[in-house]
Nanobody
């Protein structure tokens, strides 16, 4: 059974950093794109970043470019979202999601995901 579990959220001051983890089970990352999304109260869900099944293709929303990084540890079947220079507007519930693709695909996209984790809260406030 495919499962995604996020962790690493919390309360951080503006300018601070957090690293979110998305632990995957029941499938291998080599056949799946993993995306990070977020949803703030009263707002639509926003695609933040994705990493392709090869691990080489990455994409970022304009709002986080230069501040966030995505990576993965295939041995641990885990994807990470490193968030630096956090702003109050980054406050949201962050979700990871998986999309079946071809083996070691070069690129990823921020739509079409059909398997979701339960989310982890990130609050940026002084």
């Amino acid at each position: 059974q495919l499962q995604l579990v996020e962790s690493g959220g919390g309360l951080v001051q503006p300018g601070g950093s957090l690293r979110l983890s998305c632990a995957a089970s029941g499938f291998t990352l080599n056949y799946y794109t993993i995306g990070w999304f977020r949803q703030a109260p009263g707002k639509e869900r926003e695609g933040v970043s994705c990493i392709s099944s090869s691990g080489w293709g990455k994409k970022f929303a304009d709002s986080v470019k230069g501040r966030f990084a995505i990576s993965r540890d295939a041995a641990k079947n885990t994807v990470y979202l490193q968030m630096n220079s956090l702003k109050p507007e980054d406050t949201a519930v962050y979700y990871c999601a998986a999309l079946r693709t071809s083996f070691a695909a070069a690129a990823c996209a921020l739509d079409g995901y059909d398997n979701w984790g339960q989310g982890t809260q990130v609050t940026v406030s002084s």
